[in-house]
């Protein structure tokens, strides 16, 4: 990949690329400038995601009805041969590119300023993974085509933003564009695309300008698709209905049972990665099948699978459809529907098939959500004639289990509200995903370490597991400031004000004339204490905080870290164990996130360093 030179803030860098060119030629405004990628985005995202829908209806009719149509007359277990054949094909695709390419974490990373930017760029294969999920979802993995359209979208975003070298804020907001086209057009819901990418990929970095370039690349996309695949939604929902308003209580239940589903789904999706990767006890085998054997093995099982539960099969969209319908389902069969769809699902994404996680999400929200009507209708027979009918939670249910396992409860609202065009619907919408989702924080901190939400709130947007582990393997000592700002405890809060401006310091140890720490005093508290002009001359040992925290030198940066989130610090005063009144530097956030992104640079670098040279000499020469 060529060099990349440094891009203008706002704008295109001077390249010799045709269509930077004519734009700089003619020297519009930035924002005309990234309106008009987003229509380009919009259009490029659109048209890539009919022809993916195309791609696997294709796949599914040369393999369901042409191939099995051969093979039928073997007998019924020649299902199984299909998910299979689907995995050989996906296997020798992967013997020859090693992986598909990153996903969208990945690039929300490259787009943030990761160090790993250029690698990640280099292995974009848009065409490939494409291929690739259209043969996986035609040939019945249990996945969804969701995820892979929004990469489209996101793709399609980061490599214009890559080839016409706009800035890195212009490469953030372009990727949330694709982002948000992807999920407009792979559901026909251009609001609830809008929303995914303001609250998935933009986070709380977003500002008013951001909004209308997501807006105008999602309905470019949106319009683009219903003109190729027309302009009914995803699947057709009932009318919703309102028996009585004392029905609310009863989704809350459903929005704490989306919860518990929603853990299980993405610790079952993290379960089955770590199985082919030979990670989990009595799994250890398919760490040593090679790689692209694996879809073979995932399409194996969900084939044999498929010969007692079809339903289980590819995305599932018509299941679905059915429990809205309310076709009858019995308790049971919801039940093993559920259960299995979890178990395939993990297994499809684990083995390396290609495909997203939305529609095996709404898939199992479904089937919770008639399952939890049907129990209802058993238990509280008395009150049945003010409920409404197992479609209605199988709706409610879609969007909590979405919200949950997504994190985006927004997006899973006005998805949900989008396709049902019915406002009737909203209040219970919000009743059981705002549970939903607050239940899934409240559990997963017993799951994720603490440490990693941490790193999240650093804005260090780490790629994959091998770089987590990484950081956690720093010591506090790598990231200590030794020449922190120390001012003695008897100086008036004027003049430490005056000291902290002009050393350019967020923060200050408070230091007795033994040099022994007291306490350490901040911007904040400096600006709190001179408000009043009667605090102005008041001494440092009187408004700085004596109640410190610690850090010591030989400790794992993670725990440091962990203990500064824990009371919402910026800053750790490091010292000796044996003497804690020895100040021996300072631990900043700034450093620590500096330290993080250095470690996973080294991590990047080694693979292309001929020769493991010492830190110090990959280090820039001082000047003389």
């Known amino acids: 990949m060529p060099e990349v030179s440094q891009p203008q803030s706002g704008g295109l860098a001077a390249t010799s690329n045709p269509i930077a060119h004519i734009l700089n030629r003619f020297q519009p405004s930035p924002e005309a400038v990234v309106l008009l990628l987003a229509v380009l985005i919009g259009g490029g995202t659109g048209?890539?995601?009919?022809?993916?829908?195309?791609?696997?209806?294709?796949?599914?009719?040369?393999?369901?009805?042409?191939?099995?149509?051969?093979?039928?007359?073997?007998?019924?277990?020649?299902?199984?041969?299909?998910?299979?054949?689907?995995?050989?094909?996906?296997?020798?695709?992967?013997?020859?590119?090693?992986?598909?390419?990153?996903?969208?974490?990945?690039?929300?990373?490259?787009?943030?300023?990761?160090?790993?930017?250029?690698?990640?760029?280099?292995r974009l294969q848009p065409v490939t993974k494409m291929v690739a999920a259209s043969v996986s979802l035609g040939s019945g993995a249990s996945l969804g085509p969701e995820g892979p359209s929004v990469e489209i979208g996101a793709n399609f975003g980061v490599l214009l933003a890559h080839v016409l070298q706009v800035s890195q804020e212009r490469q953030r907001l372009l990727l949330s564009a694709g982002a948000a086209a992807g999920l407009a057009a792979g559901f026909n819901a251009p609001i609830a695309g809008v929303f995914f990418a303001l609250e998935v990929v933009l986070g709380t970095t977003f500002a008013n300008s951001a909004v209308s370039v997501v807006l105008l690349a999602a309905v470019v996309s949106a319009l683009v698709a219903q003109i190729g695949l027309g302009g009914q939604p995803a699947f057709a929902l009932p009318v919703y209905e309102v028996r009585s308003p004392l029905e609310l209580p009863l989704y809350?239940?459903?929005?704490?049972?989306?919860?518990?589903?929603?853990?299980?789904?993405?610790?079952?999706?993290?379960?089955?990665?770590?199985?082919?990767?030979?990670?989990?006890?009595?799994?250890?085998?398919?760490?040593?099948?090679?790689?692209?054997?694996?879809?073979?093995i995932g399409g194996a099982c969900v084939g044999l699978v498929a010969l007692l539960y079809p339903q289980i099969l590819g995305i599932g969209y018509e299941t679905i459809e059915a429990m809205l319908q309310d076709v009858e389902f019995?308790?049971?069969?919801?039940?093993?529907?559920?259960?299995?769809?979890?178990?395939?699902?993990?297994?499809?994404?684990?083995?390396?098939?290609?495909?997203?996680?939305?529609?095996?999400?709404?898939?199992?929200?479904?089937?919770?959500?008639?399952?939890?009507?049907?129990i209802l209708a058993a238990l509280l027979p008395q009150v049945s004639t003010y409920m409404a009918g197992?479609?209605?939670?199988?709706?409610?249910?879609?969007?909590?289990?979405?919200?949950?396992?997504?994190?985006?409860?927004?997006?899973?609202?006005?998805?949900?509200?989008?396709?049902?065009?019915?406002?009737?619907?909203?209040l219970p919408l919000m009743a059981a995903v705002g549970l939903s989702v607050w239940l899934v924080e409240r559990l997963k901190k017993s799951v994720t370490p603490e440490s990693s939400a941490n790193l999240q709130q650093l804005n260090l947007n780490l790629v994959g597991d091998e770089d987590r582990e990484i950081v956690q393997q720093i010591l506090v000592r790598e990231a200590i400031y030794?020449?922190?700002?120390?001012?003695?405890?008897?100086?008036?809060?004027?003049?430490?004000?005056?000291?902290?401006?002009?050393?350019?310091?967020?923060?200050?140890?408070?230091?007795?004339?033994?040099?022994?720490?007291?306490?350490?005093?901040?911007?904040?508290?400096?600006?709190?204490?001179?408000?009043?002009?009667?605090?102005?001359?008041?001494?440092?040992?009187?408004?700085?905080?004596?109640?410190?925290?610690?850090?010591?030198?030989?400790?794992?940066?993670?725990?440091?870290?962990?203990?500064?989130?824990?009371?919402?610090?910026?800053?750790?005063p490091i010292v000796d164990r044996d003497k804690p009144e020895q100040v021996l530097g300072l631990l900043e956030r700034e450093q620590i996130a500096l330290t993080c992104k250095l470690a996973t640079t080294r991590k990047a670098l080694h693979p292309y360093l001929k020769v493991s040279l010492p830190v110090e000499e990959l280090a820039l020469p001082k000047s003389e």
């Open 482 to 572: 030794e020449s922190p700002l120390m001012l003695p405890d008897s100086m008036s809060v004027s003049q430490a004000g005056l000291s902290m401006t002009n050393a350019h310091c967020r923060s200050a140890l408070v230091v007795n004339p033994e040099l022994q720490l007291i306490g350490i005093v901040t911007l904040e508290d400096i600006n709190r204490a001179i408000a009043t002009w009667e605090n102005a001359d008041a001494r440092l040992v009187d408004i700085c905080t004596t109640d410190l925290l610690y850090a010591y030198t030989d400790e794992p940066l993670s725990e440091a870290l962990s203990r500064m989130g824990a009371r919402g610090l910026h800053q750790l």
């Open 47 to 122: 048209m890539g995601v009919v022809t993916f829908h195309y791609l696997i209806e294709l796949v599914h009719y040369v393999a369901f009805v042409n191939l099995m149509g051969t093979l039928s007359a073997w007998g019924a277990w020649t299902i199984a041969l299909v998910p299979t054949l689907g995995g050989f094909i996906v296997g020798l695709m992967l013997a020859r590119r090693q992986d598909f390419g990153p996903g969208l974490s990945s690039l929300i990373a490259a787009a943030s300023g990761s160090a790993t930017r250029h690698a990640i760029l280099q």
């Open 330 to 374: 019995s308790l049971l069969l919801l039940l093993i529907l559920l259960v299995l769809k979890l178990v395939t699902t993990a297994i499809s994404m684990g083995s390396g098939l290609v495909g997203g996680v939305f529609a095996p999400a709404m898939f199992l929200g479904a089937s919770l959500g008639a399952a939890y009507g049907k």
């Open 390 to 426: 197992p479609p209605a939670y199988a709706m409610v249910g879609m969007a909590a289990v979405l919200a949950g396992s997504a994190k985006a409860p927004l997006t899973a609202i006005l998805l949900l509200f989008e396709l049902t065009r019915d406002y009737r619907i909203v």
């Open 252 to 296: 809350v239940g459903l929005g704490i049972a989306a919860s518990v589903i929603s853990v299980a789904y993405t610790q079952l999706l993290i379960w089955g990665r770590a199985c082919f990767r030979g990670q989990v006890k009595g799994f250890a085998w398919l760490g040593r099948v090679p790689l692209p054997m694996h879809p073979v």
